[in-house]
């Protein structure tokens, strides 16, 4: 059963936000979908799980059409950050409340889960949405997605506003939830770092298209950073694929994604230095390449 999308265009205002993005999300993996701000995460998950239409294409599961199809519905949940301000509508309704409504929506509710989640992030559901705090907010978002059960489950931002312990405790929470259950999810977030080992699959998201659709670990392999005097680092990188020059005085430094079978001029004096997922994402979206 994948969840899969063709050709899907998005339209706001007469400009294209996201383009002909064809995507094939397969059960039983967590994805990472990484991207600057304005790249249309937040409305490629929205199409995804039909809380927005798309302008062109299709999205469906399992072969079926998402969009006002309750039976497709019922096996995605897209959890994204609560708008609890005073004109939303939610400001005034209780935690208990919220999530009450949310548990009548999908058939797998984890209640006894919901319970171990509060007590967990010790929130007082008695408290009104529009008091709460940006990362109680988030914590909300999380019990909804990881309590739904739902077979494929998308969390837009889901650690904006925790602190360092509580975005640790959602990671594990996470993980200890796929293993369990085998469930899809897809992870937006712009704290790269934090969530790479968790990643098995990124997708990242450039102005509105699919950049790279690649296992996280082959990604970041195939990624290198290539330092030392700038005549050497452009002979050693001759005719690779090259990325966010930096140059200092005499020196410089870039970042190479290597094909299979090439490799940097070993024999020239450079620096040869594994990246970091974040660092390959700032080296493919930061600028564009040198050559």
Known sequence: MSLHCENVVKTYGGKDVLHDVTLDLKPGKIYGLIGRNGAGKTTLLSILAAQNPASRGTVTLDGEPVWENRKSLAKICCSRELNANAESGLAAMKAKEYLRIAATY???WDKALEERLVKLFDLNVKKKLGKMSKGMLSMMTIIVALCSRAPYTFLDEPVAGLDVVAREQFYKLLLEEYASSGRTFVVSTHIIEEAADVLEEVIILHEGRIL????????VDSAVHVSGKIEEVDAATAGLEVHHPETVGRSKGVT???KPGQRVDGSRDVSVQPVSLQRAFVALCGEEAAR
Do not use: N, R, S
């Open 106 to 108: 999908y058939d797998g």
């Open 212 to 219: 790279i659709e690649a296992d996280t670990q082959a990604f």
């Open 256 to 258: 190479v994604f290597l």
